[in-house]
């Protein structure tokens, strides 16, 4: 099998689809092996920030000289930086020997994998066969009946913050949404969670450690104090550990960076070696595409993956900051399945125009149909032909001193990014 044909296997329509539980992937492992079981975890849930944190505690446990597996979805530019290690996607030649290797065992089961299942085993294979001392995993889904969830009591657990995205795969409200992601608290496991300690879901974490007999660390946003912060980068000092510098841009990384801290104290207090210069130097070096990144200058053109409310609203907030009444060409695409109306009415205050395409997804939205959900916001919307000729028009219409926002949906910025000039 070489690369081509695993990834035609990986995506071929015998594994599409989302189903939720555990019993194929149980399956699938104990087949394997269970190479997991060989295996260190963080596992890392939530709604908007999970893959940011996992970023940032990735490049920083890389940074204190451990071999330091990641593992997240969906992908931007290539496949393969789905399954990282030291922040070195899987090559060609290793995913195309590891899903070789699965692939019998997978073909055995009655009950298929699902897509998402048939990767977290691949993931899972190729981390154990690299020696990796630790894996950063981020749940795809939910948390209690994903399937990264198939691992034992991992060393540590973090849920980031918490949205109301899924809402039909989750349950009807934010609680029900939180006791799902709480399912990755496993028994006498230590969980750093980052909501407010008086929240609704705050109590769903408090209670599911207390029956699992956890140890609940709440992220201390309070200790961060911004210092700077521009296209550039941003100064934070941290309790008494003084400043550092994070190469995301977006206060909203400061958020995540609180959960990442909190993470690392937890690890240190576990004798997980992570010197505090490797703590600056992870923060600083870290890299995460498509998550408010600014991706060119003149126009200034920035890639964010926000594809819910809650992501949308820091996207707005953080483009108000930084270009104060400056108006802003956004370039969008969605998923078919959103609301558009909640998703986009952050970003119609400081929008000078719309412009809508389709993403390279089966389950994408018509860049029409998208224009005409706009319109019928009061804002000025027009579909774009395909995405290169929304990136054309963008920049245009923006001039060189304007900006441009491409963000809706991570599955339209890597095809972005290769328009770019």
């Known amino acids: 099998m070489n690369y081509e044909q695993a990834l035609a296997y990986i995506h071929s329509v015998l594994w599409r689809g989302s189903k939720l539980g555990l019993s ?15 295996l260190c975890f963080i596992h890392i849930a939530g709604t908007n ?23 997240t979805s969906p992908y931007i530019n290539s496949f393969n930086e789905r399954i990282q290690i030291n922040g070195n996607p899987i090559s060609n030649d290793n995913l195309a020997r590891v899903t070789e290797y699965v692939k019998p065992f997978a073909e055995q089961m009655e009950d298929k994998p ?30 209690e009946l994903d399937s990264t969830n198939a691992i034992t009591t991992p060393e540590l657990a973090v849920i980031t913050a918490i949205g109301r995205d899924h809402i039909r795969e989750l349950g ?30 705050y109590e769903v974490f408090r209670e599911a450690c207390e029956k699992r007999r956890g140890r609940l660390h709440l992220a201390e946003h309070d200790k961060i104090t911004l210092l700077h912060s521009d296209l550039t980068g941003q100064q934070f000092s941290y309790k008494d550990w003084g400043v550092f510098e994070l190469s995301l841009i977006g206060g909203f990384q400061i958020r995540n960076a609180a959960a990442a801290l909190k993470a690392v104290e937890v690890l240190r207090g576990k004798s997980v070696e992570i010197p505090e210069s490797a703590v600056r130097a992870g923060l600083k070096n870290v890299r995460w595409p498509g998550r408010f990144e600014l991706a060119a200058q003149n126009p200034v053109f920035i890639l964010d993956g926000g594809h819910n409310e809650q992501g949308t609203i820091a996207a707005a907030a953080e483009l108000k900051r930084l270009f104060k009444d400056g108006k802003i060409i956004f370039l969008v695409g969605v998923m078919a399945d959103k609301d558009v109306k909640n998703l986009f009415k952050p970003l119609i205050p400081i929008a000078k125009e719309f412009i809508t395409v389709t993403p390279d997804n089966q389950r994408a939205m018509h860049g029409e149909e998208l224009s005409n959900q706009i319109r019928s916001m009061g804002a000025a919307a027009s579909p774009a032909a395909s995405i290169g000729v ?30 770019l000039p």
Do not use: W
């Open 114 to 143: 699902t897509e998402f299942e048939l990767v977290t085993a691949i993931g899972f294979e190729f981390f154990k066969r690299s020696g990796c001392d630790i894996v950063v995993l981020e749940v795809g889904l939910g948390g």
């Open 390 to 419: 929304g990136v054309s028009e963008a920049i245009k219409k923006a001039g060189t001193d304007g900006v441009v926002c491409a963000i809706g949906s991570l599955y339209m910025l890597g095809e972005v990014r290769r328009h």
């Open 24 to 38: 194929r992937i149980r399956e699938l492992l104990q087949k394997m092996g269970s190479p997991e079981r060989e």
């Open 172 to 201: 009807d409200s934010i609680t029900d949404i939180a006791k799902a992601k709480a399912g990755i608290i496993k028994e006498n496991g230590d969980v750093v969670v980052e909501c407010p300690a008086d929240s609704a879901e």
């Open 49 to 71: 920030g999970k893959g940011s944190t996992a970023a940032m505690l990735s490049a920083i446990l890389k940074e204190s000289g451990l071999k330091t597996g990641l593992f």
